[in-house]
């Protein structure tokens, strides 16, 4: 069964950092899809940034040139480096998997597993 753990969320003043983690198990795939996504309170779910296998990118037009997305192969990492934070980007971020590496963008509809998420929120 495919588990995904958050963590490293917190609370941050505008122009600062997080590193968000989703360590990954039960996952056995050869090749996937891997995708941070947020919700804010009132608002549907977002997607963020993807991976896939090979290190593909892709990143939402509003967190581009800030947001870095990056996995760790060797300890079933997936990492979110949030630089340079505004108070928009407050919401709860959820990690999310889906078996194939084809069509690997960050849209709800892609994945299968879901983590639990963790809160990131900034003040102004």
């Known amino acids: 069964q495919v588990q995904l753990v958050e963590s490293g969320g917190g609370s941050v003043q505008a122009g600062g950092s997080l590193r968000l983690s989703c360590a990954a198990s039960?996952?056995?795939?050869?090749?996937?899809?891997m995708g941070w996504f947020r919700q804010a309170p009132g608002k549907e779910r977002e997607g963020v940034a993807a991976?896939?296998?090979?290190?593909?990118?892709s990143y939402a037009d509003s967190v581009k040139g800030r947001f870095t997305i990056s996995q760790d192969n060797a300890k079933n990492t997936l990492y979110l480096q949030m630089n340079s934070l505004k108070p928009e980007d407050t919401a709860m971020y959820y990690c999310?998997?889906?078996?194939?590496?084809?069509?690997?963008?960050?849209?709800?509809?892609?994945?299968?597993?879901w983590g639990q998420g963790t809160q990131v929120t900034v003040s102004s």
């Open positions: 039960g996952y056995t795939y050869s090749s996937y899809c």
């Open positions: 999310a998997a889906a078996g194939g590496g084809d069509w690997c963008i960050p849209s709800v509809i892609r994945y299968n597993y």
């Open positions: 991976i896939d296998s090979d290190g593909s990118t």
